[in-house]
């Protein structure tokens, strides 16, 4: 993900469901008396869940003037790309849905898939977010 979006790393706080929340938000958090949506990145992509460990996290993004944060399985450490590492999407052939991808890093042996976190709640996802914060005490 591109860094400037992203506001806090928080350790997995406890998370308070909603009811009737969009399947992929796991709830809501309250750091320093912010109400933020926490959305499952795992059920947002359609990949199967993973038990939380002591590396999982929520990276609390700015997404579409809001802030969101997504359960990741851990952050390792910020990386640095110049654009001749980054292949663009529209230049790879894959057959899964590059929707959410920007393009893959190259460094070394290693490939990086870019995620564009702007895209991982759509319009409509973000209309279901916003309903379901109305219902929640502020």
Not at 96 to 110: F, L, P, Q
């Amino acid at each position: 993900m591109d860094i400037s979006g992203v506001r806090e790393i928080l350790r997995l706080p406890e998370i308070t469901e909603v009811p009737h929340s969009p399947a992929f938000v796991e709830g809501v958090i309250n750091p320093r008396g912010t109400v933020i949506p926490v959305i499952s990145l795992h059920k947002r992509f359609g990949l199967d869940e993973r038990e939380s460990t002591n590396e999982t996290r929520v990276m609390v993004l700015s997404v579409g003037g809001s802030l969101v944060g997504g359960i990741v399985d851990s952050v390792s450490e910020v990386m640095m790309f110049t654009d001749d590492q980054i292949e663009p999407m529209e230049r790879l052939s894959v057959s899964i849905s590059a929707e959410y991808i920007t393009g893959v890093a190259k460094m070394g042996d290693r490939l990086v898939i870019l995620l564009d976190y702007e895209k991982v709640l759509g319009a409509n996802e973000r209309e279901a977010v916003e309903s379901m914060l109305e219902t929640v005490p502020q």
